[in-house]
């Protein structure tokens, strides 16, 4: 044999080894994809109802077994379409394959091409981890996943499951569930409308509104997650956390059951139900064991009282302690409004327990002590108006009837400052009072009656019943008396040997008609309107 028929030869044989081989790979592959008849008790046919079906049955308590790709199948009755490779299975079916797979059912269908089934009436599917039951299963053992769409139940070691719809993939041990989706717990209730639960992790992830509610608080979403095991979870969308005491509202809330902890941001109100209180903001955080909140990011709070509600802005708030020792601290650009009456300091604390609100500045530095005017330290002051009034403090104590739950009074103990506009004169002018001490009434969320102690002044414009003007009224006494009516002066009393003179208005110099100290802060007056919108 010369080299070219060698090479021709060795070339042909190999063609005919390859042939040879695939012919055995396709018919080892479609042996493989048969189903194959275990045991059965009898063989009939029936081609009127089973076309190319043969009919195996049960005998002697001996169930009918076929076997596919390491799935067992067993039944009392089975209708086999070997041309199509396919089973029909009824009659207390059941279907294992190793380990992994445990189902029980009154029928199934089963197609060896898809390696797909689909099963009815009583259906379990058990393993080590948990049992599904459903009156439909559909089983994909391509992609090794149950699902099932005419309501489903499972239960695990501490929780029983129930949805509409549902899917578990085996593999990576997660449940999908749509509809009506409820998780019972021992220690938590869960409802969503679409959820994916991990069995493993035990990790709950929410697509649609969704709750979840224990006995110390409920949860409320339209998306998140939440660790079912650690009690720790992310809420978005229309997010609620509340309990006996708070509500908190907002667009991403972060809760930490263990560390009885939450933050939340974007749209937040925090709401607590048993002292009238509302605060809002773009970032919180909720201290529970601490009873305490503090918010950050333009936040406002309302405390709802009797009459009107109290308006409160700063640039960071608090709030504080358990009720008996509630407080509501606010720091820098703080404002307030409450009816009439508004205000801005640096500073506020509201004492729930005692009733009282507290303005004051920031403390002042040696060198601020040293250098500054007391114009300029009025200008730093705590600041409150109403009506036609300005008053100024160190600091400005607001009072609360607990009873009434209305701010009845205030008081300042240094550095009091009081300007009313002169609405007769055209309101270019001011009357004005300064002294040491303050004290105010309020009535009906409005000051109606003031008193200055020690070392007070006065400059008041006198008019006559014509109200032509008399004079500027320059005065000083131990105390002052000064009753308001109709965002005006209505009558004043001095005490303790009063010394005063009537100016003529052209008789005293423009710098004459302030006292030391006169600052008109009227144009940074706070308003609902302008700065609580």
């Not at 908190?248 to 749209?267: Q, T």
């Not at 609360?400 to 009074?409: A, G, P, R, T, Y």
Request: hydrophobic share 35%; proline share 1%.
């Amino acid at each position: 044999m010369d080299q070219t028929e060698h090479k021709q030869y060795s070339f042909n044989n190999f063609i005919s080894i390859l042939i040879l081989f695939i012919y055995f790979s396709i018919n080892l592959h479609s042996q493989e994809k048969n189903i194959e008849i275990i045991t059965a008790g009898s063989f009939d046919r029936n081609e009127s109802l089973f076309p190319d079906g043969n009919i195996l049955n049960e005998s002697n308590n001996k169930k009918v077994h076929l076997r596919h790709d390491e799935m067992d199948v067993f039944s009392k009755r089975s209708i086999f379409f070997q041309k199509r490779n396919s089973f029909i299975a009824t009659g207390e079916v059941i279907v294992k394959q190793g380990d992994s797979i445990n189902l029980f059912c009154d029928s199934l269908n089963y197609d060896g091409d898809t390696r797909k089934f689909s099963s009815y009436g009583s259906v379990k599917f058990i393993n080590d981890e948990m049992e599904l039951s459903s009156n439909v299963l559909f089983f994909d053992r391509n992609l090794n996943e149950i699902f099932f769409n005419e309501s489903g139940k499972i239960i695990d070691s501490l929780s029983t499951i129930e949805s509409k719809k549902g899917k578990y993939f085996i593999d990576n041990k997660k449940y999908e569930f749509e509809e009506n989706v409820r998780i019972n717990n021992p220690e938590y209730k869960i409802r969503s409308d679409m959820m994916d639960y991990f069995l493993d992790t035990e990790l709950a992830y929410f697509f649609k509104k969704s709750t979840i509610k224990t006995d110390r608080y409920n949860i409320y979403c339209n998306k998140g997650f939440y660790d079912t095991k650690n009690k720790i979870g992310i809420f978005e969308n229309d997010a609620k956390v509340s309990n006996e005491d708070r509500i908190i509202y907002g667009d991403s809330i972060y809760f930490n059951d263990n560390l009885e902890y939450a933050s939340a941001s974007k749209n937040i109100r925090i709401i607590d139900k048993k002292e009238n209180l509302i605060i809002k903001g773009e970032y919180a955080e909720v201290f529970e064991k601490l009873d305490s909140a503090l918010i950050t990011k333009n936040p406002m709070a309302i405390n709802i009282t009797k009459n009107d509600s109290l308006f409160i802005k700063a640039d960071t708030l608090y709030s504080i302690g358990k009720k008996d020792t509630r407080k509501i601290i606010g720091y820098f650009n703080v404002k307030f409004v409450n009816g009439s009456m508004s205000g801005k300091s640096d500073k506020i604390e509201i004492d729930k327990f005692l009733g009282l609100t507290t303005l004051s500045r920031k403390k002042l530095n040696k060198r601020q002590i040293q250098i500054l005017t007391e114009n300029q330290i009025n200008e730093l002051n705590p600041v409150i108006w109403d009506g036609n009034s300005q008053i100024s403090g160190d600091k400005i104590i607001l009072k609360e009837d607990l009873q009434k739950n209305i701010i009845d009074s205030l008081k300042i103990t240094n550095n009091s400052f009081l300007i009313e506009i002169d609405t007769i004169g055209g309101g270019n002018n001011f009357n004005q009072m300064k002294g040491i001490k303050l004290f105010g009434k309020i009535i009906d969320n409005k000051l109606n009656r003031i008193k200055i102690d020690q070392n007070a002044e006065l400059i008041y414009y006198m008019y006559d019943d014509n109200q032509e003007l008399i004079g500027i009224d320059k005065a000083i006494s131990s105390s002052i008396i000064m009753t308001l009516k109709d965002n005006g002066i209505d009558d004043i009393i001095f005490f303790n040997q009063p010394e005063g003179v009537l100016h003529p208005e052209d008789k005293l110099e423009e710098n004459q008609k302030t006292l030391f100290g006169f600052i008109n802060r009227f144009k940074e007056r706070v308003t609902k309107d302008k700065n609580f919108k």
